[in-house]
């Protein structure tokens, strides 16, 4: 579902939802290296490596470290799977 003014942020772990929440941005650390969503992102599946999710709401920027997991960015929403 496409969201307006911002991103929804949604982490999982194993027994638990961590985060649901609308945000400006978030920096993820990919495979491939980290990167970041913002609004309009292209659609992607990733896994995640041992590194901190960044990310904003409004002013303060937030972060929570993540061992291992995955990723999917779709249509203004971000969805990760991760192992805390």
């Known amino acids: ?9 949604k982490i999982l772990s194993p027994g638990a939802q961590i985060a649901g929440r609308m945000v400006g941005q978030v920096r993820l650390p990919g495979a491939a290296g980290p990167f970041t969503v913002l609004e309009g992102h292209a659609p992607i599946i990733t896994t995640l490596v041992e590194g901190d999710i960044e990310y904003t709401e409004g002013a303060t ?9 995955f990723a999917e960015v779709v249509d203004d929403s971000v969805t990760v799977c991760a192992d805390i």
């Open 1 to 9: 579902m496409k969201h307006k003014g911002g991103i929804f942020l």
């Open 61 to 69: 920027r937030k972060s929570l470290h993540v061992r291992s997991g």
